[in-house]
């Protein structure tokens, strides 16, 4: 079956740096997509890895590995509106997206 | 980004009516709508896949002829919840993808309540 799995929930410090990790196995890979989502909001988008690498976007770094099923999210200089869930998802060979059930992250000051 | 208008953004109904959800892409043409469902500290469940012009694929589980969607343009696509009862109340979520997009936007949501 595909699967998407990340923590369910995390916590950090104002100003601080946070990484969220997302594994997936799903038939077929063309894409991984991250989304923050703030409650009672629809998802937003932040980031889209297809090659193996680092992409940077402000203080939202994403990174795919495909060998390894295996994505971060990383948010640096933390604010506490960064507080949200996360989601993972992946775009399979029928290019449908698979969702993670998301992580909760928790910015204290 | 490209914007995706939903409305309305919440609704209450009565169980047994029927409520209509419209999703807009503004500034693009969505070829492709998607509609989710998202219940309470859940993630998102794809519940159809439409195509300008063409029927709505669903997913296994979800019922067409309770579900109603329509894609008749290619900036208009709408979601029909017939005979509504309280599980059905839940957040419902569309996004649109252009012929060359790689993202698809995705709507405010809908949160509906079936009392």
């Known amino acids: 079956g595909q699967n998407i799995d990340q923590p369910t929930e995390m916590t950090a410090t104002e100003g601080a740096i946070v990484q969220i990790n997302c594994t997936y196995q799903?038939?077929?890979?063309?894409?991984l997509f991250w989304y923050q989502q703030h409650a009672g909001e629809a998802p937003t988008f932040l980031s889209y890895n297809v090659l193996d690498g680092l992409e940077e976007k402000g203080r939202f770094s994403s990174f795919l590995s495909r060998s390894k099923g295996y994505s971060y999210l990383l948010l640096k200089e933390l604010q506490m509106k960064d507080s949200a869930s996360y989601l993972c998802a992946v775009k399979d060979s029928n290019y449908q997206l698979i969702w993670g059930a998301g992580t909760k992250l928790i910015i204290k000051p | 980004g490209a914007v995706v208008s939903q409305h309305p953004s919440w609704v209450i109904c009565k169980s047994g009516t029927s409520v209509k959800i419209e999703c807009r892409s503004l500034d693009f043409q969505a070829t492709t709508m998607f509609w989710y469902r998202q219940f309470p500290k859940q993630s998102l469940m794809l519940m159809a896949t439409s195509n300008e012009g063409s029927k709505a694929t669903y997913e296994q589980g979800v019922e067409k002829d309770k579900f109603l969607i329509n894609h008749a343009s290619l900036t208009l696509s709408t979601l029909t919840v017939t005979s509504a009862h309280p599980e059905d109340s839940s957040f419902y979520i569309c996004?649109?993808?252009?012929?060359?997009?790689?993202?698809?936007?995705f709507g405010q949501g809908t949160r509906l309540t079936v009392v």
């Open positions: 996004s649109a993808r252009g012929d060359r997009e790689i993202e698809a936007f």
């Open positions: 799903t038939s077929g890979f063309n894409g």
